[in-house]
């Protein structure tokens, strides 16, 4: 059997080939191909059934004999079922998507919904707004993205990312302001990677509820192996499956005092949990060529603070790690988003009079750490999605981190 696979022009890594090992028993491949050379694949032969993302979902409608009547109306396809006389077009990112705003409980039905970006995939997010009772759909492409038009559309109630701002590796960025937007009740993001764009983030800041890609992704690759292999796949089997990939991607963050123990028990994590550890600390160094003691002395304490947010972006810009930081970290509140972007932060504590304070600029005595303590310590608690002790052993932390984890 020829093996099936993911066409798209440029893929990196990706989940599919895991995603679609749950579904069906095929060989699943990604097949990378330029632009140039798209014709002379679809033409070769060489593949079984694909799936299709971007830049190629409309590209490859004219090489199918025959679309499904969703795809034809969409005029996307994210799915090709080869057969002896031709490839057939499908599209099951309207299936994913339902499924993504049933995950995050956000009903459309007699809305105004703004949705952002004109892609390939928008249309398919139009086609199932309109099905599911929209009251009204805006498009707002590229060169309508600016403050002026979002504010004329200021009174839709739910809006939605088809665009790549903000996808990794330019984390950080976000398709638009969610605060013009006055009566917001849902806010949607195509994006799976990371976990939580800044566009989500700004939504829960807001207290609105909000959805990443992630659930999406899984659900059409689930309707996809329906199509592959003829048959009826039980609708309970994506939760599972999203969240082992969930786990899989989930970055998780120690934030806490100096000397609380976060580098030692986030090294046993990572080890527990098969995912790579980070120590912004190491990284800063690494960066600067000098110890932290040193960057202090000789440039200042502003100086290791620049430091350390470039440490944090670039350790928490990557799914699946367990990144231990420094004490001061949640001082910058530039620095929160970094924290949360792809997972959840943990707040290690430990009783003040056991926190070692040797060779810690901030903290070299006793008066200073209680100083840091009462400063910080509101800053931990607002940040922290689950709180560890780690009073007596680093295996007993590490149990009890696991057990909240999960």
Do not use: W
């Not at 899984?218 to 994506?238: C, N, P, S, T, Y």
Request: aromatic share 6%; hydrophobic share 40%; net charge negative.
């Amino acid at each position: 059997m020829k093996p099936y696979g993911l066409l798209g022009e440029k893929l990196g890594h990706s989940f599919s080939p895991l995603i679609h090992s749950r579904f069906g028993d095929y060989e699943y491949r990604l097949f990378p191909t330029p632009k140039e050379e798209l014709e002379a694949f679809l033409k070769s032969g060489s593949f079984g059934n694909l799936n299709v993302t971007m830049p190629y979902k409309k590209d490859v409608i004219p090489y199918c004999k025959e679309l499904s009547p969703l795809a034809k109306r969409i005029g996307s396809v994210n799915t090709i079922k080869v057969k002896e006389d031709g490839l057939y077009g499908f599209n099951t990112d309207y299936y994913g998507f339902c499924y993504m705003l049933s995950v995050g409980n956000i009903s459309v039905k007699s809305e105004k919904c703004a949705v952002i970006g004109s892609g390939g995939v928008s249309s398919t997010v139009c086609t199932a707004l309109e099905d599911l009772g929209a009251a009204q759909i805006t498009v707002v492409a590229k060169a309508l993205n600016t403050p002026a038009y979002i504010d004329t559309i200021s009174d839709h109630t739910i809006v939605v990312n088809t665009s790549p701002v903000g996808m990794y590796p330019k984390n950080g960025r976000s398709a638009v302001d969610l605060a013009q937007f006055k009566e917001l009740k849902g806010v949607a993001d195509l994006i799976f990677n990371p976990l939580k764009t800044a566009f989500m983030l700004q939504a829960e800041a807001l207290g609105v509820p909000c959805v990443g890609g992630l659930p999406m992704l899984v659900a059409q690759a689930k309707r996809a192996a329906e199509i592959f292999e003829d048959k009826v796949i039980d609708d309970a089997l994506v939760e599972p499956v999203h969240k082992e990939i969930h786990d899989l991607c989930e970055t998780i963050c120690l934030i806490g005092m100096p000397g609380s123990g976060k580098s030692t028990l986030g090294q046993m994590l990572a080890e527990a949990l098969g995912k790579t550890f980070v120590d912004t600390d190491a990284l800063i160094v690494e960066m600067a060529g000098k110890t932290i003691p040193e960057i202090f002395a000789e440039d200042g304490e502003d100086a290791f603070r620049s430091l350390e947010t470039k440490a944090l972006a670039e350790a928490t810009a990557k799914s699946g790690c367990v990144v231990a930081t420094g004490g001061g970290v949640v001082k910058r509140g530039e620095n929160h988003p970094l924290l949360k972007q792809n997972g959840r932060v943990i707040l290690v504590e430990r009783a003040l009079e056991a926190l070692s304070t040797g060779g810690r600029p901030l903290s070299s005595s006793r008066e200073a750490l209680e100083k840091l303590y009462e400063e910080r310590q509101p800053l931990y608690s607002a940040l922290a999605d689950i709180v560890v002790a780690n009073n007596k052993t680093p295996e007993e932390a590490l149990t009890e981190l696991l057990r909240k984890l999960n």
